[in-house]
T-cell receptor, first 113, second 117 residues
């Protein structure tokens, strides 16, 4: 009930391409879905987040698509750059973020020239 | 804004000693902080939720007597690994909760790498 499933585990994308990472959740009580970016040896950094009352949110090259009925959400990185190479975690929480995060298993993204 | 620091960033200690890790919210007050543990190439595992002025809430399977958490002020939480053993070697990360316009958001510290010899 508390799981967040994330795929793929690893992803290689050419520079300039679109990187897509998918997550699915089970608990319908989740109401806040952030994405975090983590570089090796560093703590996760908040990238973008969405609430279920919208189907899409865009910030620069990063877009979250949200499908409430399917209980799925995804991160799209447009015009992917080598600097985007990192591990990405989706997460979900309840009470508009006021409770603990349930993390996905992570996606290691590599952008090749 | 929303900066969280951790100290130390690296610590190496002998087996049997205790190690204290500090987590500070630098530009905001955090009534709630979280402590995570992360093994290489794995996701973050929540260890405990720390609330200012009250006892921490530990996740199932986390030994509260081994991982002592103190949240004595609105900007500081500490994690003490008592009688550390090599299996406690890991990357420990804290986060602090801050209020936004529509939701609360967790901001993470840079992490502390612990190596127990």
């Amino acid at each position: 009930q508390q799981q967040v499933k994330q795929s793929p585990q690893s992803l290689i994308v050419q520079k300039g391409g679109i990187s897509i990472i998918n997550c699915a959740y089970e608990n319908t009580a989740f109401d806040y879905f952030p994405w975090y970016q983590q570089f090796p040896g560093k703590g996760p950094a908040l990238l973008i987040a969405i609430r279920p009352d919208v189907s899409e949110k865009k910030e620069g090259r990063f877009t979250i698509s949200f499908n409430k009925s399917a209980k799925q959400f995804s991160l799209h990185i447009m015009d992917s750059q080598p600097g985007d190479s990192a591990t990405y975690f989706c997460a979900a929480t309840r009470n508009f973020g006021n409770e603990k995060l349930t993390f996905g298993t992570g996606t290691r993204l590599t952008i090749i020239p | 804004g929303a900066v969280v620091s951790q100290h130390p960033s690296w610590v190496i200690c002998k087996s049997g000693t205790s190690v204290k890790i500090e987590c500070r919210s630098l530009d905001f007050q955090a009534t709630t902080m979280f402590w995570y543990r992360q093994f290489p190439k794995q996701s973050l595992m929540l260890m405990a939720t720390s609330n200012e002025g009250s006892k921490a809430t530990y996740e199932q399977g986390v030994e509260k007597d081994k991982f002592l958490i103190n949240h004595a002020s609105l900007t500081l939480s500490t994690l003490t690994v008592t009688s550390a053993h090599p299996e406690d070697s890991s990357f420990y990360i804290c986060s602090a909760l801050t209020s936004g316009r529509y939701q609360e958001t967790q901001y993470f510290g840079p992490g502390t790498r612990l190596l127990v010899l």
